[in-house]
């Protein structure tokens, strides 16, 4: 199976300043289509999670632009401009390349 | 976009199985890729299996060893994942969802807490 780090595990951020999480995988995720599924989703506390981010650097509808993600191959970031108070939760890279889906071990974002 | 409607909390004993139904309402079912994912108690997601309804065939995580079965219902609009021969660490909280992988929309459902105890 492919393995998914992030980090840092745990991000204590400041409103309104910027940050930022790291995504790796153990091998490529770019598939025989040329397309690269790397997905990024955010989980409040006592919620189901949501998607943010498909394919790398694509926002699903109603996401702020305040989120942006990037990367290719096995390196990937996500990328908070302004940190808002919605914002604080679990953030959990995705893999959707290769069988099993696998996803990342999750970054805790919290307000200091 | 579909919206999904989970079943009830379950406490299983070991050994016994236990099947979570997933009620999707809205969008296109049949045609939409249904994922089961899984969350132990302050862990993080596991991806379980998953189906696309109109094709019928579903995929599960080697992991579970044959212990899980996905399964759509076109008819009802209803997916279904059964787990056997239940462990305790089986449990945690199983979510449906829809199109995590695809470049339309995701979906989630609720969540059904399946607590594994003698």
């Known amino acids: 199976d492919v393995v998914m780090t992030q980090s840092p595990l745990s991000l204590p951020v400041t409103l309104g300043q910027p940050a930022s999480i790291s995504c790796r995988s153990s091998q490529s995720l770019v598939d025989s289509d040329g397309k690269t599924y790397l997905n990024w989703f955010h989980q409040r506390p006592g919620q189901s999670p949501r998607r943010l981010i498909y394919q790398v650097s694509n926002r699903d509808s109603g996401v702020p632009d305040r989120f942006s993600g990037s990367g290719s191959g096995t390196d990937f970031i996500l990328k908070i401009s302004r940190v808002e108070a919605e914002d604080v939760g679990v953030y959990y890279c995705m893999q959707g390349t290769h069988w099993p889906l696998t996803f990342g071990p999750g970054t805790t974002v919290d307000i200091k | 976009q579909v919206q999904l409607v989970q079943s009830g909390a379950e406490v299983k004993k070991p050994g016994s199985s236990v099947k979570v139904s997933c009620k999707a309402s809205?969008?296109?079912?049949?045609?939409?890729?249904i994922s089961w994912l899984r969350q132990a108690p302050g862990q993080g997601l596991e991806w379980v299996g998953g189906i696309v309804p109109i094709f019928g065939a579903a995929k599960t995580a080697q992991k579970f060893q044959g212990r899980v079965t996905v399964t759509a219902d076109e008819s009802t609009t209803t997916a279904y994942m059964e787990l056997t021969s239940l462990r305790s660490e089986d449990t945690a909280v199983y979510y449906c969802a829809t199109d995590i992988n695809r470049p339309v929309g995701d979906s989630w459902g609720q969540g059904t807490l399946v607590t594994v105890s003698s």
């Open positions: 809205g969008g296109s079912f049949s045609t939409s890729t």
